[in-house]
């Protein structure tokens, strides 16, 4: 049984470059391995963005139920990052 399907994509000329670059310069041998590692990114970043959902923001938004009081307000907010922009600079 075949373990791969070909596919057909059409993609806007700079990402076309980029990916027959890639392979022009020998970081990759074909382009199919370009779009395959660009795959597994998005994929392990879906993966991440759904783990952070998981343990930290469902978390964080049932405590915010049980305690209301926890909420910060937009303005505060904005105030603690207008510090924090400040301190960076």
């Known amino acids: 049984m075949r373990t791969t399907q070909q596919l057909s994509i059409t993609l806007p000329n700079e990402m076309a470059d980029v990916v027959k670059a890639k392979v022009r310069t020998g970081e990759y041998a074909s382009e199919s391995e370009v779009i395959r590692d660009g795959l597994r990114a998005l994929l392990a970043r879906d993966r991440a963005v759904e783990a952070w959902l998981h343990h930290q923001v469902g978390p964080a938004l ?3 139920k049980a305690d209301p009081t926890r909420a910060v307000s ?8 207008a510090t924090e922009r400040r301190k960076s600079r």
């Open 74 to 81: 937009p303005d505060a907010v904005r105030a603690r990052l």
């Open 62 to 64: 049932d405590a915010l």
